[in-house]
């Protein structure tokens, strides 16, 4: 298989396996990847499980024709990929193994050497020539091995990013590959969040046109989606609205208290609604839906004192990926001494930015009136959000949502007639209660000014603090010009028209602009409010809190140059151009203070 004209695809299809590293069930196999760049040196990247090493070496012999390889790239030292390192150098003891120093310590632990006479040891940003090829190698540390790598080829603009952006399956299966790959993320890299950040901020900078991943399909189309669900899961923000249910039940009442539960859900207009018995189901699959969606009920029985096993390993394997930015809600069940919300609640006390929902409900060995109203209390606070949303059953006239409105941050959508758009402002504030005024201050060089001067109304979306960096990037760093800022989103509409968002706020007003007042740089839009929504009573995300808590911290440690106030960007070098604009939120050079 070609990935371009000089890159040939050398892996292997494992059908063989039934569990991937001796836990993930894979009913549709693995793929271990391997490719040959041929140029007018030849580079082998990366090597394949131990048990393929003919099929790997065939394939390799079949591609170059009768020349030899002139380099070994190994960026990851995983047995399913290091496996015949020393295999393949005893049948060419000529070719040279380039990888970082901690992969050559592997390698020693590996196969008793290290290669010392005939290997090439790379870091953050060296590069390799091979001919019209040049290959950069940009250190990927605990994605998620600390040996890692990852290859950037600028001839063909391929990124061959090791264990990044892999699924399981073979690639001669037809399959969804977002289930896939992630499962295979949350239940392999999801631990590392932060380093896969740090990483995608790297590739960020290269020009990609082909993913090459070390399992799963070569990515050409379509890149941003790809690496947008990268973004969503190592942000450990939710990919999907709804609500897991996870379970384990004895003799069937805590099963049949679930069941309740899942049908009152669906009736108050949960988008959706899944359950795991977690005794009988794929426990990998429940933890990756844990992660997709934004809710997540526990539901389980006090045994000997604390709860059931399958309940403990579940929340082990959730507070071992870092579990976060979820709100989560407890059931539970004992007939003499129900003890299983308070150890759930204990297991999941170090877990950052959980919503714990009160109430709970305790069943005493079966449903009750009691507990059945626990439940009803239960799913409407579950689904009260989902309530607001819905122009049927939402409160439009809670006028209580402009206790929401203090010096936060705000997203303003509106629409110029042909597309939505949205833009992140800080100048929100209440003018008059009787009636009820809003003042909002919008630059003039924002789209935003153009679209709500002539459209004369506008929504305003008081951000909660659960809002991820992601938002602000999309509604502050990019324009509305030249940029659909809700592609692919799932789209509520108030009353007015306009979008309102579905994650990230405690409520919404639609305006109605009466007056404009002309603030040179600035435009003033004096409003009335038409409609108004409380979505939920998460605080209101303040431009301190977004300072302190959500805006990265830029990494600027051992360099020198200048960073973006805004975005976090490091610009390395003595001096700063004067017309220089940020990458990343495209603020100008006056946006930038030195290091230190």
């Known amino acids: 298989m070609k990935v371009t004209n000089d890159i040939l695809y050398v892996g292997v299809n494992d059908h063989e396996i039934d569990l991937f590293e001796g836990q993930y069930r894979v009913k549709n196999g693995m793929a271990y990847n391997s490719y040959a760049i041929i140029d007018e040196k030849i580079a082998i990247m990366d090597t394949v499980d131990a048990r393929f090493t003919h099929e790997w070496l065939d394939n390799i012999e079949s ?95 391929v990124l061959f990013s090791a264990d990044g952006f ?31 950040q740090a990483l995608l901020k790297k590739a960020a900078g290269l020009d990609i046109s082909v993913i090459a991943p070390l399992h799963g399909p070569v990515l050409k189309e379509n890149l941003g989606y790809y690496i947008n669900l990268y973004n969503t899961w190592s942000s450990y923000i939710p990919e999907t609205e709804g609500i897991v249910i996870a379970y384990t039940s004895v003799y069937g009442n805590t099963a049949k208290a679930v069941d309740k539960l ?76 129900p003890q299983a919300t308070k150890v759930m609640k204990n297991m999941l006390a170090d877990s ?28 409407n606070e579950l689904c009260r959000d989902y309530i607001a949303q819905d122009a049927e059953t939402a409160d439009k006239n809670d006028l209580t949502a402009l206790f929401n409105i203090g010096y936060g941050l705000y997203v303003i959508t509106s629409n110029d007639g042909k597309k939505d758009n949205g833009l992140i402002v800080n100048t929100v504030t209440q003018v008059t209660n009787t009636p009820n005024r809003i003042a909002v201050t919008i630059n003039k060089e924002n789209y935003s000014h153009h679209i709500i001067k002539h459209t004369g109304i506008m929504n305003i979306n008081c951000l909660s603090v659960d809002a991820p960096f992601s938002v602000f990037e999309n509604f502050g760093f990019k324009s509305g010009r030249n940029t659909d800022k809700f592609a692919g989103e799932e789209q509520l509409r108030s009353d007015n028209g306009l979008i309102f968002l579905r994650r990230y706020i405690n409520s919404f007003m639609s305006l109605k602009v009466e007056q404009y007042i002309d603030l040179d740089t600035h435009g003033m839009f004096i409003c009335s409010v038409t409609e108004a929504r409380v979505i939920s009573d998460a605080e ?57």
């Open 352 to 379: 950052k930015k959980l919503t714990l929902l009160e109430p709970t409900v305790t069943i005493k060995s079966a449903l009750s009136a009691e507990s059945g109203e626990q439940l009803e209390a239960l799913a």
């Open 262 to 337: 899942a049908s009152l859900l669906k009736a108050k207009g949960c988008p959706e609604v899944i359950v795991h018995d977690l005794a009988r189901c794929d426990t990998a699959k429940a933890v990756e839906n844990a992660f997709r969606y934004s809710k997540l009920v526990l539901a389980t029985t006090t045994y000997n004192a604390g709860i059931f096993p399958f309940m403990r390993e579940f929340i082990e394997h959730l507070t071992e990926r870092g579990y976060q930015n979820r709100t989560v809600a407890f059931m539970e069940n004992g007939s003499w001494a």
């Open 166 to 196: 892999g699924k399981f399956g073979a690639n001669d299966v037809t399959e969804d590959w977002a289930d896939e790959a992630r499962r295979y993320y949350i239940g392999i890299v999801g631990k590392y969040g932060a380093q896969v």
């Open 540 to 596: 209101t995300m303040t431009y301190t809190y977004y300072q302190k808590n959500v805006k990265p911290k830029p990494e600027t440690e051992g360099k020198k140059g200048f960073v973006c106030k805004i975005c976090g960007y490091v610009y390395e070098g003595d001096t700063l151009p004067e017309d220089f604009v940020c990458p990343l939120c495209k603020h100008g050079a006056a946006d930038f203070e030195p290091i230190g």
């Open 63 to 157: 591609v170059l024709g009768g020349r030899k390889a002139d380099y070994l790239i190994i960026q990851h030292m995983e047995p399913d990929h290091s496996a015949n390192i020393l295999n393949f150098m005893k049948l060419n003891p000529d070719t040279t193994v380039v990888a970082t120093a901690k992969a050559f310590n592997m390698m020693g632990q590996f196969f008793g050497t290290d290669f010392a006479d005939n290997r090439i040891v790379v870091g953050e940003g060296d590069t390799l020539s091979l001919g019209k090829h040049t290959l950069t190698f940009v250190t990927a540390p605990m994605v998620h091995w600390p040996e890692v790598m990852v290859t950037y080829d600028s001839t063909d603009k």
